[in-house]
T-cell receptor, first 113, second 111 residues
Framework: ETGVTQSPTHLIKTRGQQVTLRCSSQ?????VSWYQQALGQGPQFIFQ???????GRGNFPPRFSGLQFPNYSSELNVNALELDDSALYLC????????????FGPGTRLTVT | GEDVEQSLFLSVREGDSSVINCTYT??????LYWYKQEPGAGLQLLTYIFSNMDMKQDQRLTVLLNKKDKHLSLRIADTQTGDSAIYFC???????????FGTGTRLTIIP
């Protein structure tokens, strides 16, 4: 059974640029949730996708957007990057809209300069 | 809104038991979780408990839930150097898709 994978591992971008992060969910899972973890903080919920539809969103501006594909993999897109977007971005996969057991990938470390 | 609080640091001697505590504010929390994060890594789901349970044991891990005080604890028996990590408490309620995390407790093992 393959676990949750994310790419890339690390990324450096300049303020104002756009970035796309990718996540492959665990085999058998149809739900992907994205979280932002700033240094020294707990993860903060960005949004969740269930069967290719957004199924909930946290307090993040519209420049954070996402997609889920028919194979349940997912992308997180961030436009107009700001310095405060520097963080570890984690995706978690789970089964069903309830998302009771969320299994996390290793994360993508984004640095905005 | 909901809030989850944890103490920031805990140091324990190798072989002793570690007890990591967490309080949460939302009484409608249905599920309460413990995750482990090692340096540079993602979060590993250790265990979780339903709000209708008081205790759950899984090998060296024991979770205690006091619903009245909204207090959750994780006890790690016979703490080893490999247990060094940041431990996050998280809550979730039925019908809401997100996990709400605390700021994490950094567990340091003293040889």
């Amino acid at each position: 059974e393959t676990g949750v994978t994310q790419s890339p591992t690390h990324l450096i971008k300049t303020r104002g640029q756009q970035v796309t992060l990718r996540c492959s969910s665990q085999s058998g899972h149809n739900t992907v949730s994205w979280y932002q973890q700033a240094l020294g903080q707990g993860p903060q919920f960005i949004f969740q996708y269930y069967r290719e539809e957004e199924n909930g969103r946290g307090n993040f501006p519209p420049r954070f957007s996402g997609l889920q594909f028919p194979n349940y993999s997912s992308e997180l897109n961030v436009n107009a990057l700001e310095l405060d977007d520097s963080a570890l971005y984690l995706c978690a996969s789970s089964s069903g809209a309830g998302a009771y057991e969320q299994y996390f990938g290793p994360g993508t470390r984004l640095t905005v300069t | 809104g909901e809030d989850v609080e944890q103490s920031l640091f805990l140091s324990v001697r190798e072989g002793d038991s570690s007890v990591i505590n967490c309080t949460y504010t939302d009484s409608s929390s249905t599920y309460l979780y413990w995750y482990k994060q090692e340096p540079g890594a993602g979060l590993q789901l250790l265990t979780y408990i339903f709000s209708n349970m008081d205790m759950k044991q899984d090998q060296r891990l024991t979770v205690l839930l006091n619903k009245k005080d909204k207090h959750l604890s994780l006890r790690i028996a016979d703490t080893q150097t490999g247990d060094s990590a940041i431990y996050f408490c998280a809550s979730k309620w039925t019908g809401n898709e997100k996990l709400t995390f605390g700021t994490g407790t950094r567990l340091t093992i003293i040889p």
